[in-house]
């Protein structure tokens, strides 16, 4: 039997072409397509400035409560009545909430287009909101969401997010709300958030063959009835980095292992440096040949696996580790951890490490935007952050032109050893003095 003791080299990155895209104004909204010609399935995606940023503080969920409403019927036709005529279609309505935007979506060959985004805009502008169907519908989310935060990560991904960005402030806490905060969610708040956000034209984006879609009838389908113009999008945000690190320690009794959170702010997503910043982070932590884990997983054999990398969305962004680990060598996982950000930030890249990075980036472009509705999801970038109508179909050059210095700078620049939080949640009467003892800094437990 023979051993391959060497992982294999890269491959070269297959040659990708993003399509033609097309902007034009229609009855008050934006409408944003890509032409793919001879494509048989096509997806039109109403996408509306009313992310989960719009919320107000102590009102988290409303978005994803919202989400769950469009489909409990409109003011023209129960929810059966709905049901049914979105499933004649053959299709069903994707709904999709980030930080930046709300997104409601359909999927449908080209001559069903029509009628698939005239009951996508009935949904979105005119949901029935019955006041019993809300309430079922923010339970059923408060109750799935006690289900998830019975789990490890939640709570110490909520914990790294408050210490990072503030509780006090809307991206400070959790993007689809918490138990507590959706529970609490009342019919008014909904109704409300609805009249603010939903009612506005927002853009319409469609993927598929023009030659054959009439591009003006659909805006004028999803636009009909809207009301108010473009809200201030607003600038980045400044958020400050800590001046040390330290420990936050999430107790949970009995945990027979711990869950590792680290983590400072980064820059937005329309920043200069995103593309070395991302293969910097590809390098570090942002795939399965990663330093973070040949260290941890192949050499140590401390976690089954360990992700770090930057997320980024309009306003601000953040750099995150995410790994699990067994109680006893929690203490040691988390210096190996930090000590491999700090040589990344100290050292860069190597060329062999980025060859790997830049190829597998770039082959990704070509695999993973083959489908209409990724091509959709696509548009919705450029439309939300404000990007040149090429920068897909110059992004796999970019990321094959970013050269070591590039990408060892931005990782000088980027990464912040020194500022990160370290969330821990795990057993704190079997790790506390372990933790303590690294000297990665100050040792605070949670307070809920």
Do not use: C
Request: proline residues 6%; glycine residues 10%.
């Amino acid at each position: 039997m023979t051993l391959i003791t060497e992982r294999p080299g890269p491959g070269a990155a297959r040659p990708y072409r993003f399509p033609q895209v097309v902007r034009r104004a229609v009855a008050g909204g934006q409408v944003v397509a890509a032409h793919l010609p001879g494509q048989s399935l096509a997806v039109a995606l109403l996408l509306l400035d009313a992310g989960a940023g719009r919320e107000p503080v102590g009102k988290e969920g409303l978005g994803a409560v919202l989400a769950k409403a469009l489909e409990e019927g409109t003011a023209q036709r129960d929810a059966t009545a709905y049901a049914l005529a979105v499933e004649a279609l053959g299709t069903e309505l994707v709904t999709a909430l980030d930080w930046d935007s709300f997104q409601v979506s359909v999927q449908v060959p080209v001559d069903r287009l029509s009628a698939a985004v005239e009951l996508l805009a009935e949904a979105v502008r005119t949901p029935k909101l019955d006041p019993a169907d809300v309430l079922r519908v923010r339970d059923d989310e408060a109750t799935a969401l006690r289900m998830d935060w019975a789990n490890p990560g939640p709570r110490a991904d909520a914990v790294l997010r408050g210490d990072i960005f503030g509780t006090d402030n809307r991206w400070g806490r959790p993007m689809y709300g918490d138990p507590d905060s959706v529970a609490a969610l009342d019919v008014d708040d909904v109704t409300v958030f609805h009249s603010e956000w939903f009612i506005r034209p927002g853009t319409l984006v469609i993927a598929g063959d023009l030659d054959r879609i009439d591009l003006d009838a659909l805006g004028a389908t999803a636009f009909a009835g809207a009301a108010g113009g473009p809200v201030e999008k607003g600038g980045p945000v400044e958020v400050p980095r800590h001046d040390r690190r330290r420990i936050i320690l999430v107790d949970r009794p009995g945990s027979v292992q711990s869950t590792l959170r680290l983590g400072h702010p980064s820059p937005h997503r329309a920043h200069p440096d995103h593309v070395p910043m991302s293969l910097a982070g590809t390098v570090l932590g942002g795939a399965f040949t990663s330093r973070l884990n040949h260290l941890l997983r192949e050499v140590h054999g401390y976690t089954y696996g360990i992700r770090g990398d930057f997320a980024s969305s309009r306003r601000f962004g953040r750099f995150a580790i995410s790994s699990g680990v067994q109680t006893a060598v929690t203490a040691p996982a988390l210096v190996e951890a930090v000590g491999e950000v700090s040589r990344t930030r100290s050292e860069g890249v190597t060329e062999d490490e980025l060859a790997v990075a830049r190829f597998w980036r770039a082959g990704q472009l070509s695999v993973e935007l083959q489908t209409p509705r990724a091509i959709a999801s696509a548009l919705t970038t450029l439309v939300v952050h404000d990007l040149p109508d090429d920068y897909h179909a110059r992004l796999r050059e970019s990321l094959l032109a970013a050269d070591v210095e590039q990408v060892s700078a931005a990782a000088t620049a980027h990464l912040h050893p020194d500022s990160l939080t370290l969330v821990v949640e795990g057993d704190a009467a079997i790790i506390r003095d372990e933790l303590v003892a690294t000297g990665l800094g100050e040792v605070v437990d949670h307070t809920p």
